[in-house]
């Protein structure tokens, strides 16, 4: 039975073929790999809510951001957000791991609304000690200008599993999604739009 996951894998393929990137693809089929069900089952435990659409892109590859496959580290634009035309990596489920604390330690004060004139979506938490979002891609400039999380954390007025997207300059915490399928749709919807020719040069 063919998944969202799948679909999407599809379509951006298509994206890309059209996008005069078939050569890039091609190598990026060709030295990848996905994860290892002992890799997601090391997800699980810390994220028991993890979406399996998620689970299912990390079986197709194991993170594309900086990732070593062989002896060829790549950087593979393979997501996008409410932002057209603006490409994001895939993490690792090590990536993901690692980064299991990172919006605690690094948002803290945006979630308790310390700041003024910074946007935080009523759908996201005030409480920084419940956060438990999992940071699943970085932008295409090292993800120093936004970032996608899914938010097990949400407000009253939030769903569970919500895709969270940060910008910074200006600084802003918007939802996107409610859940890591209606994202992966929002794209296909969107016709991919973040993979351009430009991009890819």
Same mark, same amino acid.
């Given at each position: 039975?063919?998944?969202? &996951?799948?679909t999407?894998?599809?379509?951006?393929?298509? !994206?890309y073929?059209?996008?005069?990137?078939?050569?890039? %693809?091609?190598h990026?089929?060709?030295?990848?790999?996905? $994860?290892?069900?002992?890799d997601?089952?090391?997800?699980k435990?810390i994220?028991?809510?993890? @979406? #399996?659409t998620?689970?299912?892109l990390l079986?197709?590859?194991?993170? +594309?951001? %900086?990732? +070593?496959?062989?002896?060829?580290?790549? $950087?593979?634009?393979?997501?996008?957000?409410?932002? !057209?035309?603006? @490409?994001?990596?895939l993490?690792?489920?090590?990536?993901?791991?690692?980064?299991?604390? &990172?919006? $605690?330690?690094?948002?803290?004060?945006?979630?308790e609304? &310390?700041? *003024?004139?910074?946007y935080?979506?009523?759908?996201?938490?005030?409480? $920084?000690?419940?956060?438990k %979002?999992?940071?699943?891609?970085?932008?295409?400039?090292?993800?120093? +200008?936004?970032?996608?999380?899914?938010?097990f954390? @949400?407000? *009253?007025?939030?769903?569970n599993?919500?895709?969270?997207?940060?910008?910074h300059? @200006?600084?802003?915490?918007?939802?996107? !999604?409610n859940?890591? #399928?209606?994202?992966?749709?929002?794209?296909?919807?969107?016709?991919?739009?973040?993979?351009e #020719?430009?991009n890819?040069?």
């Open positions: 039975m063919k998944t969202i &996951a799948d999407y894998i599809s379509s951006l393929k298509k !994206a073929y059209n996008a005069k990137g078939k050569e890039i %693809w091609d990026f089929e060709n030295v990848k790999h996905g $994860a290892s069900p002992k997601l089952d090391q997800i435990p994220f028991p809510e993890v @979406p #399996e998620l689970l299912h079986q197709f590859v194991d993170g +594309t951001y %900086w990732k +070593t496959y062989g002896e060829e580290d790549i $950087a593979f634009l393979m997501l996008g957000s409410d932002m !057209a035309e603006y @490409p994001y990596y993490l690792s489920s090590e990536q993901i791991i690692e980064n299991k604390n &990172a919006a $605690a330690s690094y948002y803290s004060d945006y979630i609304r &310390a700041y *003024e004139g910074v935080i979506d009523e759908k996201i938490t005030n409480k $920084a000690e419940n956060l %979002w999992l940071h699943f891609s970085d932008c295409m400039n090292n993800g120093g +200008t936004s970032q996608l999380f899914i938010d954390s @949400p407000s *009253e007025k939030g769903k599993g919500k895709i969270v997207r940060f910008l300059d @200006p600084d802003e915490f918007k939802v996107i !999604a859940s890591f #399928e209606d994202y992966l749709q929002m794209l296909m919807d969107n016709e991919m739009d973040f993979i #020719e430009d890819l040069e």
